[in-house]
């Protein structure tokens, strides 16, 4: 969950990619007041997206979803 008026980043597996690489996400569906603020490779096989609540209530991102990955090396 992202607390109200707040970011917070989640951690999401992603085999493959590398330290140095660039990652680039697309949330398939939108949620009204959550949207991506940031994406980077936290480690070995591991992407951090920092998600951005500007409403006044916490919000859950959608669960279930697939998120679609790109990555430059």
């Known amino acids: 969950m ?8 989640q951690l999401f597996t992603v085999t ?3 330290v140095n690489d660039v990652a ?3 949330k398939p569906t939108a949620q009204a007041g ?4 940031g994406v980077r490779v936290s480690a070995a096989n ?10 006044a ?3 859950t ?3 279930s ?3 679609r990955f790109s990555v430059v090396r």
């Open 65 to 67: 979803e697939v998120y």
């Open 16 to 18: 493959g990619v590398a």
């Open 57 to 59: 209530a916490g919000i």
């Open 34 to 37: 959550l949207g991506i603020v």
């Open 2 to 9: 992202v607390a109200a008026n707040t970011s917070a980043e």
């Open 61 to 63: 991102p959608t669960a």
């Open 46 to 55: 591991q992407v951090g997206i920092t998600f951005g609540n500007f409403t």
């Open 24 to 26: 680039v996400v697309n």
